[in-house]
């Protein structure tokens, strides 16, 4: 049992590059998320999924999208990489929110845009 | 807009002896607490949670107090161990369909042997 893994670890980019960051989760959670954290600031949430096939935003939602294809898998993508981007991003995930569901996390990918 | 905030960055604690971290917020409508920890390269774990209905929430070493009518919760830790070591984040949620959680900035914890 995995937990959440999330794929690259690390990745450097170039301004204007694009690129997926994959998080998979194995406890058939139904609710997944996407934070990035930065210096000062905390978690912040990007974009969250309530169930396969359902995407919403977060607070800091621009310059990124998402899609929840499978169950166990949310994919954040950006398409035009801007050095405001450099972050730390982490993914989670929950059972749902029937009643104050504690959230997983994974273990982070760092993210370099020069 | 802070919704919660850390408002110290860092503690600095000898090993057995208490640690109290705090956290603040402004709505009113949050009605569920965390604690999470978080290691370097690591990501956040869960610690212990409260619940709004509750004042105190207790969990072997770590206890939760919150008081609603100062919107402020605090984490004790007894004795604190040198493992205790990380940052902790408050988070907070207004409960609802969507479980979304505010985080606070964070306080670093350095517990001294």
């Known amino acids: 049992n995995a937990g959440v893994t999330q794929t690259p670890k690390f990745r450097v980019l170039k301004t204007g590059q694009s690129m997926t960051l994959l998080c998979a989760q194995d406890?058939?959670?139904?609710?997944m998320y996407w934070y990035r954290q930065d210096p000062g600031m905390g978690l912040r949430l990007i974009h969250y999924?309530?169930?396969?096939?359902?995407?919403a935003k977060g607070e800091v939602p621009d310059g990124y999208n998402v899609s929840r294809l499978k169950k166990q898998n949310f994919l954040l993508g950006l398409e035009s990489a801007a050095p405001s981007q450099t972050s730390v991003y982490f993914c989670?995930?929950?059972?749902?929110?029937?009643?104050?569901?504690?959230?997983?996390f994974g273990p982070g990918t760092r993210l370099l845009v020069l | 807009d802070q919704q919660v905030k850390q408002n110290s960055p860092s503690l600095s604690v000898q090993e057995g002896r208490i640690s109290i971290l705090n956290c603040d917020y402004t709505?009113?409508?949050?009605?569920?607490f965390l604690w999470y920890k978080k290691y370097p390269a690591e990501g956040p774990t869960f610690l212990i949670s409260?619940?709004?209905?509750?004042d105190k929430n207790e969990d072997g070493r770590f206890t939760v107090f919150l008081n609603k009518s100062a919107k402020h919760l605090s984490l004790h830790i007894v004795p604190s161990q040198p493992g205790d070591s990380a940052v902790y984040f408050c988070?907070?949620?207004?409960?609802?369909?969507?479980?979304?959680?505010?985080f606070g900035t964070g306080t670093l914890l350095a517990v001294q042997p």
């Open positions: 989670a995930s929950s059972y749902g929110a029937l009643y104050q569901e504690t959230q997983y």
């Open positions: 406890m058939n959670h139904e609710y």
């Open positions: 999924s309530v169930g396969e096939g359902t995407t």
């Open positions: 709505n009113s409508m949050f009605d569920y």
């Open positions: 409260i619940s709004s209905i509750k």
């Open positions: 988070a907070a949620s207004e409960g609802g369909a969507t479980n979304k959680l505010i």
